[in-house]
């Protein structure tokens, strides 16, 4: 994080829909290299097959996962350039570092909230959470 950056409330309600854009990049990328438990897809070709081809597609799906990984690494990087300290993926808890009443504060906000909504104190997490 930029100790440099903060943010007023409207700037970081502004970053929302790019936030939100990016983590549905990520989402997107981790259901891409995520097996369908369901399928057992890659499981039973593996135990089946026993062939080259079936190793052939476990490396395409190795390469695939790296990739993902390094995209959404990517993604994540362009998030803290931004001075968004992003807490949670899975719930999009982030946090907007910002000034109330001259003291260093976080406005808080989760990807199920239209807008951010809540503040707490550097040293609180989530459960401190106060309405703006």
């Known amino acids: 994080m930029n100790p440099e950056q903060y943010f007023s409330l409207e700037e970081a309600n ?3 829909p790019w936030l939100k854009d990016k983590l549905e990049n990520i ?3 981790a259901s891409d290299v995520t097996p369908d438990p369901e399928s057992g897809h890659l499981t039973a070709e593996i135990y089946t097959n ?4 079936a190793m052939e597609n476990v490396s395409g799906v190795q390469k695939e996962k790296e990739k993902a ?3 959404i690494e990517n993604i994540l990087t362009e998030v803290r350039k931004k001075g968004i300290i992003l807490r949670n993926i899975e719930n999009g808890l982030s ?3 910002a000034f109330r009443d001259g003291e260093e504060i976080f406005l808080c906000w989760t990807v199920e909230e239209p807008s951010i909504l809540y503040w707490h104190y550097r040293y609180e997490g989530y459960s401190g959470r106060k309405p703006i």
């Open 14 to 16: 502004q970053l929302l």
């Open 27 to 29: 989402y997107s990328l």
């Open 69 to 71: 990984e390094k995209d």
């Open 50 to 53: 026993g062939t080259s081809k």
């Open 95 to 97: 946090d907007f570092p």
